[in-house]
């Protein structure tokens, strides 16, 4: 696997793409890709596997494998790891350059857009204890993800896309509108937790009596006819 070294931290993440795409090699490894964001790996790499998840995480299975790469990144986001680190044999995996140019024209005018509106700024949110948090957050929403919960992949992809988008631009508005949204899953999550805390000593002698009830209706309702 040929080891590109794009120095990209200082170049629009758009331009990296277009950068990637005019090499003369007609694979593209995902341990290039990793090369060539740099620093912004981890962001980059969340956005992708984020918007997968959203994307086809609905299929059985799939969430899973999408999971699993976003809980490593996770990690080494805690652990303060500079450099991405994933197995040699899925670094090793490629797609034809082509095909890489030819989606890249299909996303790049939107992804320009999103650029455009995106900047660096609030830099405390993109910091080392930052970074820590978040990769707490992330290893937790991946773990999330890979549990069995039919539609419980949105949400918590949702999130992880937009940490990713973050770190990768730099945005610390972005990281705040991720934290905005865990925060509010807690709140809800604990709204629920104690509503049912309090209403269910209640609830359940009603429930019970409905369920003995319901035979002595429908015996009554039968011998009308």
Known sequence: MPDY????????????????GVKD?????????????????????????????????????????????????????????DQLWLPRWALRRSIERETYRHGLEKVLPRLKMMERLSRPRLSIMTSEVSEVLIGVATFILAFILILPIWG???????IISTFGFGLMQRDGLAVVIAWSAVGLICVVGLVVWLA???VSPYLLPVWHWA???????????????
């Open 25 to 81: 090699d007609p694979k593209l490894y995902l341990g290039e890709l990793v090369n060539a964001f740099g620093e912004r790996a981890f962001g980059a790499l969340m956005l992708f596997f984020g918007l997968m998840n959203i994307a086809i995480g609905i299929i059985p299975g799939t969430t899973t494998i999408l999971g699993a790469p976003l809980l490593l990144m996770g990690l080494q986001l805690m652990v303060r790891q």
């Open 5 to 20: 070294d794009y120095q990209s931290d200082t170049r629009p993440f758009s331009q990296v793409l277009q950068d990637i």
């Open 211 to 225: 369920q003995g009830l319901l035979p002595q209706t429908w015996a009554w309702f039968t011998g009308l006819f």
């Open 152 to 158: 419980g992949n949105l949400i918590p992809a949702l």
């Open 196 to 198: 049912w805390t309090w």
